[in-house]
């Protein structure tokens, strides 16, 4: 699955993904600079069978924002 991030600063914002490794998972963010009106993706991949669960953490600078998600997967 995926989350998706959008910048309606009206200048760039730096991203920084903040997660604790989940077994079976991947969590990947493909843009860490976004402009105004850009949008980054949050992309959760499951690597294993079984059930994996948790929060990731995406950190918004200049702004000192977290913003977190929580994910699940059965």
Request: charged share 20%; no cysteine.
């Given at each position: 699955g995926t989350a998706t991030i959008t910048n309606d600063m009206?200048?760039?914002?730096?991203?920084m993904l903040l997660v604790n490794p989940v077994k079976g998972m991947t969590i990947e963010l493909d843009k860490t600079h976004l402009?105004?009106?850009e949008?980054?993706?949050?992309?959760?991949?499951?690597k294993a069978d079984g059930a994996a669960s948790g929060v990731?953490?995406?950190?918004v600078s200049p702004l000192d924002q977290r913003l977190e998600i929580r994910f699940s997967s059965q």
């Open positions: 009206p200048g760039p914002v730096e991203l402009n105004a009106g949008k980054a993706k949050v992309v959760f991949t499951r990731a953490a995406v950190l």
